[in-house]
């Protein structure tokens, strides 16, 4: 009975997989086909002060997002009744600032992007945490869909801030998820202080990790100019469709990891197809990029060199969701911390020494350092289990 038990829940995994892979490789076409074509049809320093604008959004997402997507993941898998609290609490920071950004730079698309993020964080953290992976990929291929629709039609009718505005405007598909919950569950904010010390290693661990995600556009901008933003931009948006897979299994194992349920098959499937990732956007960058975006030749080697961080990357995945798992977020934040401050010095230094090389070297460089650092806390953890 156990045997044919394993074997179920096996195929079970599997099939979950299929369908969020199918969701995330869909919608990630999709947003490929939206980001791509801008990419042809605008300069290199159009591109770049396009995500610039967009780190600024991201990083604002989440210095308000108190309740980080990972958070309300964990603890709707472990049914601890926190949702509506956590929803409450980040959409009051989410609207803080909002109204700040929008005082410090007088546009209207960058806060709204903010409140769009947020949502999109809330909802997304609630579907993963129920399982209902069907459900979580007809609403991310929903957005992407309007991602392209609304981005691109706005584009067209106001010029480069109708972008943002599409984006933001995409979002709207969760407002659903995130009202449903606000009206059928009261907020808890007693239960909320048993759990504080979780809930707040992990923001500080969504932080520093958006420093990873969006302060490099804020570095490279302003220091290196919007015509290598532009180019890194382009580069990072090609890796995010090679690392769709991985990113897709973070997503599945985390769930699991907060059930304490093993994975260790699908762990090691996923090693192995991350390095035949790897080596396939090497292969294809060369052939591709001077086909459709002859603006950009510095960015083949931008993917050549970033594609090498695949692996190191996957396998820090591997640690982040056991890390998150077991709720010791702290060491998170310290390998955060660790990995954007090796990432910014690293884009300063090498990146005024040797341009697009250079950042994209450092990308490399701290994706290793960091999982050295996972490493060597997991043995920690693992010895003094035994002792």
């Keep these: 009975m ?12 599997l099939r979950d997989i299929s369908t969020m892979s199918f969701a995330e490789i869909g919608s990630s076409g ?9 990419a042809s049809i605008l300069e290199p ?9 967009i780190g600024i959004a991201g990083l604002g997402a ?17 049914d601890i009744k926190l949702k509506s609290t956590l929803f409450v609490i980040s959409l009051i920071g ?8 929008f005082l410090l730079l007088y546009r209207f698309d960058i806060p709204f992007l903010v409140l769009g993020m947020i949502l999109s964080y809330l909802a997304m953290g609630d579907l993963i945490g129920r399982k209902v992976f069907k459900e979580y990929s007809k609403y991310v291929i929903l957005q992407k869909s309007l991602l392209l629709i609304l981005g691109l039609g706005l584009f067209y009718l106001i010029g480069i801030e109708g ?13 659903r998820i995130v009202y449903h919950e606000l009206r059928h569950s009261s907020v808890n904010f007693p239960l909320l202080k048993t759990k504080l010390g979780f809930v707040l290693n992990n923001y500080g661990l969504n932080i520093s990790a958006s420093a990873n995600g969006h302060i490099d556009k804020l570095v490279i901008g302003p220091l290196l100019g919007f015509a290598i933003l532009g180019n890194y931009g382009l580069a990072i948006q090609v890796i995010g469709v090679f690392t769709v897979f991985s990113g897709t299994v973070f997503k599945y194992l985390l769930t699991h990891d907060a059930s304490n349920i093993s994975q260790t098959k699908v762990k090691k499937l996923t090693i192995i197809i991350s390095v035949g990732i790897s080596l396939l ?3 294809i960058s060369p052939l591709i990029i001077p086909e459709f975006f002859p603006k950009y030749i510095d960015t083949i080697t931008a993917i050549q060199i970033i594609s090498l961080g695949i692996v190191p990357g996957t396998i820090s995945m591997f640690y982040v969701s056991k890390f998150l798992g077991i709720e010791k977020s702290r060491y998170l934040i310290k390998n955060s911390i660790l990995f ?48």
């Design 2 to 13: 156990d045997y044919w038990d394993t074997i179920r829940n096996q195929i079970s995994g």
């Design 30 to 38: 999709i947003a490929m086909v939206f980001w791509f074509y801008l």
């Design 45 to 53: 320093e159009e591109f770049g002060e396009l995500h610039y604008y």
């Design 62 to 78: 989440y210095l308000a997002l108190i309740a980080t997507q990972n958070t309300i993941t964990v603890y709707v898998a472990k």
């Design 94 to 101: 989410g609207g803080i600032t909002a109204i700040i950004i």
């Design 163 to 175: 972008v943002l505005f599409g984006i933001a405007l995409s979002y709207c598909v969760y407002i």
């Design 281 to 283: 956007a090497i292969t």
């Design 340 to 387: 954007a401050t090796s990432l910014i010095l690293g884009m300063i230094i090498l990146g005024s020494w040797f341009g697009i090389i250079g950042v994209a070297s450092a990308h490399v460089i701290a994706q290793i350092i960091s999982l050295g650092f996972l490493f060597f806390i997991n043995r920690k953890l693992k010895s003094e289990e035994i002792g």
